[in-house]
């Protein structure tokens, strides 16, 4: 007979296999094509070493997704049972999973706030259990085909600190889907991790000798042979071990005389494939013996015998011979637990597929009967193998069971695979869709196709006619809420304006239905409609149970706040603070998650910062990821507007780099990336940034984030004087202003779109925008908005040839700003100002001004517009306080916009000197002034003091005020001393 291969070719990997587990925690990547050893590494490993419970999951290539299947499977094998293992209460989680421990496990746990909730307390348990069950090392077997849930759960392993578990997984790189999750682990594993990565190459040719000698009894291999098989089998293993006993079967080689003999090579005909050598040798066996792997490769899973013949459709007889031959041919292997598989999935692919289409289909029937007697019911295998046998029936009785253990494990993303199928593929009933649709969570349907499946079924129950009113109503319902959770707001809005009149008074789903339609997302609809659309659902919501009504009031102060209305705040004061229950708690967080975010861009930046850290404190505490994520990423963007940019830009990138947020967050945060950019003077990478952000949010409907990267832009394409560009970034987002009746959106992009207008010398377009500005946050308690129109007021003025009345415009807008606090746009009001005195002949002022200006910017970490204000500074040459303009030396300042040119290059107007603010700000330090106190004396901001101090410590090149003090006096800078001069 032919022996099983030895393990040839591998020590190196053996070795470095060994290496790294020594020291964990560790992850151990397994690369290399079908056949190539990967699982052979893995079983010598486990034979040789010390290593404690180290359990295999093995990820199938089912056609339905079974949540976290391979490592439940792993699981299984390392326990029979949880009694005992003291585990917390977090481990009632684990239910969905494991039925058959409830009695053992602890109480279910509240709902979770979504899928990533769900998610996030299931991996935790889980992680909780392999500890208890001191699991040293998961395997993970041919994770290429691993569903999302178990990917996610590898990359909450290692992000874990410390990791509690090492991980070796193996895979096919070939047969990695694009954007998988599994790219993520192989290419960012966490610090602290000992890592190796092994990829399996192909035998050279006297390994691929030594391989068939060690089937072949230790007979030496000619080198002509060797070469023969390596030519044919490009040294796989498995393929020169599926050659070598199809050689066997014909007596291509054959036993003689204590050895081994061959016939002449050009006489042997080698398979071109595995899958052609294995199905014929499979064609050698036995009747029984075919059944039985027929039947091995219908089940696809390991499985007992018992099984294994009911599929096969044999007696026990016929079963135990059939087994037997096939466990001799080395097709099917069995483990200890007496269960039997495919060596190799190749083969069974192979079989499975030689084996004719009735008969599969007859198979698939029994495989499902015979896994129906299991307890507890393993409910998406029974689904894949009734829909494989065309039992529309069981499938869709089974494929909803799956969906929803899928649902109660937080794996919303399978159930919505599940449901999809039935849906599009089973031909239900019309009157059956809507329940189905129903279970599909919002943004779980991943792809446009998957979306665009569910809608054209439901579309074609409502235009079946077989639908009562009430049933038509529940089905545009759930039409409507799955196009809305994927963007899709104007075709969602129409479908739930068709759905309110047939749902039923005090329902949950039509206050939901009104208040989404009084959102203004989507570009059709004016702002008036949403309006009259809250206000029914006021009077929808006191109709709903008590329990449902704080998380309407939340949505239903968001539409409030979105459209201006500051009606808003009071109908989010009425969720209470306090909560008594998890469901309060989290409503809570859902309210100041919202709330945080519509203060921010109301301009009530404390409030926002407030409301925010709490959001992100409960959802840390309690585990809701996806409030959190949100909280984090408008944070984020908090600090942008608030001047915490130190550190900025390391944290959006972090963010960013995980991975893992929702579209409108990510996109949030990518902005804020985007303006860094453009502070820091890096323009062509920041335009490309704010046009993507832009672009991308535009397709997901969310009008009113679109006007910010489009008032980014606009700036840019003034300062490189493209006014056209600039008019048209703007156009599309202030119309969709206007249509919404919503003008706190337009705070960053009026004063860009004014600009844009002037520029292109069309004063009265601009005139008329200012004035529908003023009139639109007109008695708004909205900070942001009300200084974003004085600086709208400061433009029009300095576009109209009135510097003076620009100043004192561009002097109200800077302090409203300063007040907020959002510096960098105070700093650039400032910049507005100065140069509108340079054109009203305050020279002296101005300059000042500017070089102030300059200074906080460079503080900030604004470093491009520090850099162009000190360019501009130096075309004013050294001079005594009051000179005259050295001829030649002027700046063109023909408006505020601060891009005027420059004509003439000269030198520094301080350099190292200190300005003469800088100089009042020294002399009252030294008088014992405090920065406050010098702030209220001089009428500047606080931080604007703390800048002039910083600037002066560092000119002065003292690191204390003391010393600045001490300085200053040494140098005569004390009352009636003056600013030396550079060549002092």
């Given at each position: 007979?032919?022996?099983?291969?030895?393990?040839?070719?591998?020590?190196?990997?053996?070795?470095?296999?060994?290496?790294?587990?020594?020291?964990?925690?560790?992850?151990?990547?397994?690369?290399?094509?079908?056949?190539?050893?990967?699982?052979?590494?893995?079983?010598?490993?486990?034979?040789?070493?010390?290593?404690?419970?180290?359990?295999?999951?093995?990820?199938?290539?089912?056609?339905?997704?079974?949540?976290?299947?391979?490592?439940?499977?792993?699981?299984?094998?390392?326990?029979?049972?949880?009694?005992?293992?003291?585990?917390?209460?977090?481990?009632?989680?684990?239910?969905?999973?494991?039925?058959?421990?409830?009695?053992?496990?602890?109480?279910?746990?509240?709902?979770?706030?979504?899928?990533?909730?769900?998610?996030?307390?299931?991996?935790?348990?889980?992680?909780?259990?392999?500890?208890?069950?001191?699991?040293?090392?998961?395997?993970?077997?041919?994770?290429?085909?691993?569903?999302?849930?178990?990917?996610?759960?590898?990359?909450?392993?290692?992000?874990?600190?410390?990791?509690?578990?090492?991980?070796?997984?193996?895979?096919?790189?070939?047969?990695?889907?694009?954007?998988?999750?599994?790219?993520?682990?192989?290419?960012?594993?966490?610090?602290?991790?000992?890592?190796?990565?092994?990829?399996?190459?192909?035998?050279?040719?006297?390994?691929?000798?030594?391989?068939?000698?060690?089937?072949?009894?230790?007979?030496?291999?000619?080198?002509?042979?060797?070469?023969?098989?390596?030519?044919?089998?490009?040294?796989?293993?498995?393929?020169?071990?599926?050659?070598?006993?199809?050689?066997?079967?014909?007596?291509?080689?054959?036993?003689?005389?204590?050895?081994?003999?061959?016939?002449?090579?050009?006489?042997?005909?080698?398979?071109?494939?595995?899958?052609?050598?294995?199905?014929?040798?499979?064609?050698?066996?036995?009747?029984?013996?075919?059944?039985?792997?027929?039947?091995?490769?219908?089940?696809?899973?390991?499985?007992?015998?018992?099984?294994?013949?009911?599929?096969?459709?044999?007696?026990?007889?016929?079963?135990?011979?059939?087994?037997?031959?096939?466990?001799?041919?080395?097709?099917?292997?069995?483990?200890?637990?007496?269960?039997?598989?495919?060596?190799?999935?190749?083969?069974?692919?192979?079989?499975?597929?030689?084996?004719?289409?009735?008969?599969?289909?007859?198979?698939?029937?029994?495989?499902?009967?015979?896994?129906?007697?299991?307890?507890?019911?393993?409910?998406?295998?029974?689904?894949?193998?009734?829909?494989?046998?065309?039992?529309?029936?069981?499938?869709?009785?089974?494929?909803?069971?799956?969906?929803?253990?899928?649902?109660?494990?937080?794996?919303?993303?399978?159930?919505?695979?599940?449901?999809?199928?039935?849906?599009?593929?089973?031909?239900?009933?019309?009157?059956?869709?809507?329940?189905?649709?129903?279970?599909?969570?919002?943004?779980?349907?991943?792809?446009?196709?998957?979306?665009?499946?569910?809608?054209?079924?439901?579309?074609?129950?409502?235009?079946?006619?077989?639908?009562?009113?009430?049933?038509?109503?529940?089905?545009?319902?759930?039409?409507?809420?799955?196009?809305?959770?994927?963007?899709?707001?104007?075709?969602?809005?129409?479908?739930?304006?068709?759905?309110?009149?047939?749902?039923?008074?005090?329902?949950?789903?039509?206050?939901?239905?009104?208040?989404?339609?009084?959102?203004?997302?989507?570009?059709?609809?004016?702002?008036?409609?949403?309006?009259?659309?809250?206000?029914?659902?006021?009077?929808?919501?006191?109709?709903?149970?008590?329990?449902?009504?704080?998380?309407?009031?939340?949505?239903?102060?968001?539409?409030?706040?979105?459209?201006?209305?500051?009606?808003?705040?009071?109908?989010?004061?009425?969720?209470?603070?306090?909560?008594?229950?998890?469901?309060?708690?989290?409503?809570?967080?859902?309210?100041?998650?919202?709330?945080?975010?519509?203060?921010?861009?109301?301009?009530?930046?404390?409030?926002?910062?407030?409301?925010?850290?709490?959001?992100?404190?409960?959802?840390?505490?309690?585990?809701?990821?996806?409030?959190?994520?949100?909280?984090?990423?408008?944070?984020?963007?908090?600090?942008?507007?608030?001047?915490?940019?130190?550190?900025?830009?390391?944290?959006?990138?972090?963010?960013?780099?995980?991975?893992?947020?929702?579209?409108?967050?990510?996109?949030?945060?990518?902005?804020?990336?985007?303006?860094?950019?453009?502070?820091?003077?890096?323009?062509?990478?920041?335009?490309?940034?704010?046009?993507?952000?832009?672009?991308?949010?535009?397709?997901?409907?969310?009008?009113?984030?679109?006007?910010?990267?489009?008032?980014?832009?606009?700036?840019?394409?003034?300062?490189?004087?493209?006014?056209?560009?600039?008019?048209?970034?703007?156009?599309?987002?202030?119309?969709?202003?206007?249509?919404?009746?919503?003008?706190?959106?337009?705070?960053?992009?009026?004063?860009?779109?004014?600009?844009?207008?002037?520029?292109?010398?069309?004063?009265?377009?601009?005139?008329?925008?200012?004035?529908?500005?003023?009139?639109?946050?007109?008695?708004r308690n909205a900070p942001a908005p009300q200084a974003a129109l004085a600086l709208c007021e400061g433009i029009l003025a300095a576009g109209q040839g009135a510097p003076e009345r620009?100043?004192?415009?561009?002097?109200?807008?800077?302090?409203?700003?300063?007040?907020?606090?959002?510096?960098?746009?105070?700093?650039?009001?400032?910049?507005?100002?100065?140069?509108?005195?340079?054109?009203?002949?305050?020279?002296?002022?101005?300059?000042s001004s500017l070089a102030e200006v300059a200074a906080g910017l460079s503080d900030l970490g604004a470093s491009a517009d520090a850099e162009r204000l000190r360019e501009c500074l130096?075309?004013?040459?050294?001079?005594?306080?009051?000179?005259?303009?050295?001829?030649?030396?002027?700046?063109?300042?023909?408006?505020?916009?601060?891009?005027?040119?420059?004509?003439?290059?000269?030198?520094?107007?301080?350099?190292?000197r200190l300005s003469p603010r800088e100089l009042e700000v020294v002399r009252l330090l030294i008088d014992g002034k405090t920065n406050p106190q010098i702030a209220e004396a001089l009428?500047?901001?606080?931080?604007?003091?703390?800048?002039?101090?910083?600037?002066?410590?560092?000119?002065?090149?003292?690191?204390?005020?003391?010393?600045?003090?001490?300085?200053?006096?040494?140098?005569?800078?004390?009352?009636?001393?003056?600013?030396?001069?550079?060549?002092?």
């Amino acid at each position: 007979m032919v022996a099983p291969p030895a393990f040839v070719g591998r020590r190196r990997e053996l070795a470095v296999l060994a290496e790294t587990l020594a020291s964990p925690p560790a992850v151990v990547l397994v690369e290399g094509e079908a056949g190539i050893g990967k699982s052979r590494l893995l079983r010598e490993f486990r034979a040789a070493s010390a290593v404690r419970l180290m359990p295999t999951a093995e990820c199938p290539p089912l056609h339905d997704p079974y949540t976290l299947g391979p490592v439940v499977d792993a699981v299984h094998q390392a326990t029979d049972g949880v009694a005992g293992l003291g585990l917390s209460d977090l481990a009632g989680a684990l239910r969905p999973l494991f039925p058959e421990w409830a009695a053992d496990l602890p109480p279910a746990p509240e709902p979770a706030e979504d899928a990533r909730a769900a998610r996030h307390r299931l991996f935790r348990a889980l992680v909780e259990l392999l500890d208890r069950l001191d699991v040293a090392v998961l395997v993970v077997e041919d994770v290429h085909w691993a569903d999302d849930a178990t990917l996610e759960f590898l990359l909450f392993v290692t992000s874990r600190r410390p990791q509690p578990v090492s991980l070796v997984v193996t895979y096919r790189p070939e047969d990695v889907p694009a954007g998988s999750l599994l790219l993520r682990l192989s290419s960012r594993l966490p610090p602290g991790t000992t890592r190796a990565r092994l990829a399996l190459d192909p035998l050279d040719v006297a390994e691929t000798a030594n391989l068939v000698s060690s089937m072949l009894g230790g007979e030496r291999m000619s080198a002509e042979f060797a070469a023969f098989l390596h030519q044919h089998t490009d040294g796989v293993p498995l393929a020169v071990e599926e050659s070598v006993r199809l050689m066997h079967d014909r007596a291509d080689v054959t036993p003689y005389g204590g050895g081994w003999i061959r016939r002449h090579l050009a006489d042997i005909d080698v398979p071109p494939t595995v899958r052609d050598s294995v199905v014929e040798r499979s064609g050698r066996l036995g009747e029984d013996a075919q059944a039985m792997l027929r039947a091995a490769a219908v089940l696809a899973e390991p499985a007992n015998e018992a099984t294994l013949a009911a599929v096969g459709e044999l007696t026990a007889d016929h079963s135990a011979a059939g087994l037997a031959e096939a466990l001799d041919c080395g097709l099917l292997r069995d483990d200890e637990r007496g269960l039997v598989s495919f060596r190799h999935g190749l083969a069974c692919r192979a079989v499975y597929e030689a084996t004719p289409r009735p008969l599969r289909r007859a198979m698939h029937l029994r495989a499902g009967r015979a896994l129906e007697g299991m307890t507890p019911q393993p409910v998406v295998r029974l689904a894949h193998h009734f829909r494989e046998a065309d039992d529309t029936g069981s499938w869709a009785r089974y494929a909803e069971r799956a969906a929803d253990v899928a649902t109660e494990a937080g794996d919303w993303v399978a159930a919505s695979v599940l449901l999809h199928g039935l849906l599009t593929s089973a031909g239900l009933p019309p009157a059956a869709m809507a329940p189905l649709a129903a279970k599909i969570r919002p943004g779980s349907l991943t792809g446009r196709s998957r979306l665009r499946g569910v809608v054209a079924a439901l579309r074609t129950a409502l235009d079946s006619g077989a639908l009562d009113a009430g049933e038509q109503a529940a089905t545009r319902y759930r039409l409507g809420m799955l196009l809305a959770s994927n963007y899709d707001y104007d075709d969602a809005q129409r479908e739930l304006e068709l759905a309110v009149p047939g749902l039923r008074p005090g329902s949950v789903a039509l206050s939901h239905a009104m208040t989404l339609l009084g959102w203004p997302l989507g570009a059709s609809r004016p702002g008036r409609a949403h309006r009259d659309w809250l206000r029914r659902a006021a009077d929808a919501a006191s109709l709903v149970p008590a329990a449902e009504r704080p998380d309407l009031a939340t949505k239903r102060a968001v539409g409030l706040l979105l459209l201006d209305d500051p009606d808003g705040w009071a109908v989010a004061a009425t969720v209470p603070d306090e909560f008594a229950t998890p469901a309060q708690r989290r409503s809570v967080a859902f309210r100041d998650m919202n709330m945080g975010d519509l203060a921010m861009r109301w301009g009530r930046y404390a409030e926002a910062r407030a409301r925010l850290d709490n959001a992100w404190a409960l959802a840390e505490e309690h585990g809701y990821p996806r409030y959190g994520e949100v909280a984090r990423a408008n944070l984020l963007h908090l600090d942008w507007f608030t001047g915490r940019w130190d550190g900025l830009t390391a944290r959006t990138s972090a963010y960013e780099a995980s991975g893992e947020a929702m579209p409108l967050n990510r996109l949030e945060v990518s902005l804020v990336t985007g303006l860094m950019l453009a502070a820091n003077g890096r323009r062509s990478e920041a335009e490309c940034a704010l046009a993507e952000v832009m672009t991308q949010m535009g397709e997901l409907g969310a009008v009113h984030a679109v006007v910010e990267p489009a008032a980014a832009l606009a700036r840019l394409h003034l300062a490189a004087g493209r006014v056209e560009d600039a008019l048209r970034v703007t156009a599309q987002p202030i119309g969709v202003v206007a249509l919404k009746e919503a003008w706190l959106w337009a705070t960053d992009l009026a004063p860009a779109r004014v600009d844009a207008l002037l520029a292109a010398g069309r004063a009265e377009d601009a005139a008329e925008l200012v004035a529908a500005f003023e009139a639109g946050v007109l008695g708004r308690n909205a900070p942001a908005p009300q200084a974003a129109l004085a600086l709208c007021e400061g433009i029009l003025a300095a576009g109209q040839g009135a510097p003076e009345r620009a100043a004192t415009a561009f002097t109200r807008a800077a302090a409203a700003w300063e007040a907020l606090p959002r510096p960098y746009d105070a700093l650039l009001a400032r910049e507005r100002r100065a140069r509108c005195l340079l054109a009203a002949g305050r020279r002296d002022a101005g300059l000042s001004s500017l070089a102030e200006v300059a200074a906080g910017l460079s503080d900030l970490g604004a470093s491009a517009d520090a850099e162009r204000l000190r360019e501009c500074l130096t075309t004013y040459g050294p001079r005594e306080h009051g000179a005259a303009e050295p001829e030649g030396r002027r700046t063109t300042v023909d408006d505020a916009s601060g891009n005027g040119e420059r004509r003439r290059r000269g030198r520094p107007g301080y350099g190292d000197r200190l300005s003469p603010r800088e100089l009042e700000v020294v002399r009252l330090l030294i008088d014992g002034k405090t920065n406050p106190q010098i702030a209220e004396a001089l009428v500047l901001s606080r931080q604007t003091v703390n800048s002039h101090v910083g600037s002066a410590m560092r000119k002065l090149r003292v690191s204390s005020r003391t010393a600045l003090a001490v300085s200053a006096v040494e140098r005569g800078l004390a009352r009636d001393g003056r600013a030396p001069h550079d060549d002092e």
